[in-house]
């Protein structure tokens, strides 16, 4: 990545917000693509230099980071194959790879890189963005990719404070399912649970640090993770299968 490039981000929610707000803050020009009220905040934020559409972010950008939640990623990804330069660098940073770098392979964007930070928190949309949130965190890159992309790619992720790691789309899909997707879905299984029975319900008052650490991710956007609990389910299936093997076992 340039120096001071120019980096198209669109949305800017948790995850496409603090990565704006990182790149603003080097010196990077960006560009957001989003709704209205969340760029008018962003451009309040100095997040980002300008706002956008996707169309007019293909002609001055040097890379475009698809940052919103998988199935309107897809729809991106689809809208650019018509738009996008062949030379565009065009990456995600969704929690889910496969279905992205498949329809980037079917729609014949070379220059596309599925990429995914292992950073985040409960907490959803741009108020929650902090410049900071990548900072020391791996950035997943999956391969194969083209090699002048993945070279952009794996700068943006450097450029703020993360750091890169290869894996390839399926391998990244199984890995996300049993240290992401499954983390959530126990969350929720827990709260609801403990809100299930009475006399619990009655003193969640007094649950220690503990219970209120298992049950954080309880809070996430219930929208959001369907999304993407839906495109990884094959996946999310066989971590379930794998704890409820786990659970059984005598020698807990």
Do not use: Y
């Amino acid at each position: 990545m340039k120096a001071k490039a120019v980096v198209a981000v669109a949305g800017l929610g948790l995850v496409g917000g603090s990565l704006a707000r990182a790149l603003s803050a080097r010196g990077h020009r960006v560009l957001g693509v989003d709704r209205e009220p969340v760029l008018r905040a962003a451009r309040r934020a100095r997040a980002i230099a300008a706002a956008t559409t996707l169309e007019a972010a293909c002609r001055e950008a040097d890379i475009l980071v698809l940052a919103a939640p998988p199935a309107a990623n897809l729809a991106l990804l689809r809208r650019l194959a018509r738009v996008a330069p062949a030379t565009l660098v065009v990456t995600d940073v969704t929690s889910v790879k496969g279905p992205l770098v498949a329809e980037a392979r079917r729609l014949g964007l070379r220059h596309f890189v599925g990429g995914h930070p292992m950073a985040g928190t409960e907490r959803a949309g741009f108020a929650a963005s902090r410049g900071d949130l990548f900072s020391g965190r791996p950035w997943i890159v999956t391969r194969p990719a083209h090699a002048g992309a993945e070279r952009v790619v794996r700068a943006l992720a450097r450029g703020v404070g993360a750091r890169p790691v290869t894996l390839d789309a399926k391998e990244h899909d199984r890995f996300v399912a049993l240290v992401s997707h499954l983390p959530q879905l126990v969350s929720w299984a827990l709260l609801a649970t403990a809100v299930g029975d009475p006399v619990a319900r009655r003193n969640l008052a007094l649950a220690g640090p503990g219970f209120h650490g298992m049950t954080r991710l309880a809070k996430s956007p219930k929208g959001l993770w369907r999304e993407i609990l839906e495109a990884n389910a094959g996946e999310v299936r066989r971590a379930l299968q794998a704890l409820r093997r786990t659970l059984s076992r005598r020698s807990l």
